[in-house]
């Protein structure tokens, strides 16, 4: 069985950095493309960022380019999500998510497995 944790999630100010962390089990890690989404009050899901299966490739979305960094770490299974200088913007619950068919496609990715999320929010 497919598990992503989120963790790392908090209330903080603008300008301020934060990094989100995925844990993963029941996947073979280093054979999944990944995936952060968040989700803002009222509004749908949106596509943050993405890493390859390889870890070779990066995508982000314009909103977050130049702030934001994923990463993955092969040996702890871990993904990861930096983010800095952090806006209003940025508040939302925030989503890792797995490769998987079938699933929600995001710029020719489906995502299958999903985590419970972690809540950022940034306020002043």
């Known amino acids: 069985q497919v598990q ?8 903080v100010q603008p300008g301020d950095s934060l990094t989100l962390s ?3 089990s029941g996947i073979t890690f280093n054979r999944y493309a990944m995936g952060w989404f968040r ?3 009222g509004k749908e ?7 390859t299966w390889t870890g070779g490739s990066t995508f982000y979305a314009d909103s977050v380019k130049g702030r934001f960094t ?14 800095n200088n952090l806006s209003p913007e940025d508040t939302g619950v925030y989503y890792c998510a797995a ?5 929600s496609y995001y710029n020719g990715i489906s995502y299958t497995y999903w985590g419970p999320g972690t809540p950022v929010t940034v306020s002043s």
């Open 4 to 11: 992503l944790v989120e963790s790392g999630g908090g209330s």
């Open 45 to 51: 899901r949106e596509f943050v960022a993405a890493i």
């Open 99 to 103: 490769e998987g068919s079938g699933g």
């Open 22 to 24: 995925c844990a993963t």
């Open 70 to 83: 994923i990463s993955r770490d092969y040996v702890k299974n871990i993904l990861t999500l930096s983010m």
């Open 39 to 41: 989700q803002a009050p």
